[in-house]
């Protein structure tokens, strides 16, 4: 495993998985978490808040997903759930800079 497969947290199939480029980006911690940093482009629906918001914040269950938060746990979390919902293409891209090295896309601030 490469030093930075270990920084950022990509030792699994995640890693050396093609992510489909019409991927919605998901970051499911707080507001506040996404406040103080986001991956470009991607929407904030926080774990705590995903049962009652995905149905409208995201109808389509075929659309590609690639998930993060801090660490990947709550986003394997949210993983799971929309799995067991019927969402079909998942991805835990674990933390924001996991998925903004892997998508050559920019950290926003605020």
Known sequence: MSWLSKVFGMNDQSSTELWPSDALIVDVRSPGE????HVDGAINLPLSELAALAPNRLPDKKQSLVLYCQSGMRSGSAQQWLQANG????????????????????IVRG
Not at 34 to 37: E, I, P, T
């Open 34 to 37: 996404f406040q103080s940093g």
């Open 87 to 106: 969402y079909q293409n998942l991805i835990n891209g674990r933390s924001a800079s996991a998925v903004a090295f892997r998508l050559q896309r920019k």
